[in-house]
C-alpha cells in the first residue's frame, strides 16, 4: 500500500527519480526537504550557475551527493570541484560554501548524532 506524505507530496516506497524532484530556476536555488526528522535530514537542491551558499557552519557533518552538473565545495578555506556521480563530506563545525560552477543538483544529508 502506497502512503503519499502530503506534507512533501512524495510516494512512500515506491521509486523516484532523483535528479527529477525540481528542475532548475533562473538566478535561483530550489530546494525540496525529504525526510526531516530529529535525528537529521535528508534535502534535494538544484543550484541554477552562478549561485551560491555563503561560508557557514554545521553542527554536524554533511554529506553532498552531487547529482547533476558541478559545485565548487569550498571548506576551511579549500575548493574541490565536485561533479555529477561524487559525493563530498563537510566536517561539522568547520566554514564551508558551496557555488554553482555549473548549474548542478545535489542531495544533502545531515545525520544528527
Known amino acids: 500500500m502506497q502512503q503519499e506524505d502530503k506534507k512533501k507530496g512524495f510516494v512512500k516506497a515506491q521509486a523516484a527519480k532523483l535528479v527529477d524532484l525540481a528542475g532548475y ?5 530550489v530546494s525540496r526537504t525529504i525526510i ?8 534535494f537542491f538544484a543550484f ?4 551560491d551558499l555563503s561560508e557557514h557552519t554545521a553542527p554536524y557533518d554533511a554529506l553532498v551527493h ?3 552538473g558541478e559545485a565548487d565545495v569550498t571548506i576551511s578555506e579549500r575548493t574541490v570541484r ?3 556521480g561524487e559525493i563530498i563530506i563537510i566536517p561539522a563545525e568547520i566554514p564551508h560554501s558551496l557555488k554553482a560552477a555549473k548549474k548542478f543538483k545535489m542531495l544533502l544529508t545531515m545525520i544528527r548524532s
Open 48 to 51: 541554477d550557475e552562478g549561485q
Open 82 to 84: 565536485v561533479k555529477a
Open 25 to 29: 530556476q533562473e538566478d535561483s536555488i
Open 66 to 68: 552531487i547529482l547533476d
Open 36 to 43: 526531516d526528522r530529529s535525528t537529521g535530514t535528508v534535502t
